[in-house]
């Protein structure tokens, strides 16, 4: 059984930094692609991030050139991390892991970022 555990959301100013972690364990199989997605209420999921198995980026036109995702593993345990930095008023959202293991796809409950003043 797959488990996604989020972590690093918080409140944090303008101009600040956090660092989230997803922790995907339960499976042999390294997840092909590693995504972070964030919604505000009322509004669909988003896109933020994603990083594959073979080490291929992509970023959200929002967040390109302040935020970073890397993946690194311990143990059986597959984790990726997204560096946040610059944070904006407009990063507020909850913030949710999504891992690609062969044909399914697995979520976690989220974490929340406030950015405000």
């Known amino acids: 059984q797959v488990q996604l555990a989020e972590s690093g959301g918080g409140w944090v100013q303008p101009g600040g930094s956090l660092r989230l972690s997803c922790a995907a364990s339960?499976?042999?199989?390294?997840?092909?692609?590693m995504t972070w997605y964030r919604q505000t209420p009322g509004n669909q999921r988003e896109l933020v991030a994603f990083?594959?198995?073979?080490?291929?980026?992509?970023?959200g036109s929002s967040v390109k050139d302040r935020f970073t995702v890397f993946r690194d593993r311990a143990g059986t345990t597959e984790l990726l991390r997204m560096q946040m930095d610059d944070l904006k008023p407009e990063d507020t959202a909850t913030y949710y892991c999504n891992v690609r293991i062969a044909d399914r796809e697995y979520w976690g409950h989220g974490t929340q970022v406030t950015v405000s003043s």
């Open positions: 990083m594959t198995k073979d080490g291929m980026k992509n970023y």
């Open positions: 339960g499976s042999t199989r390294s997840p092909s692609v």
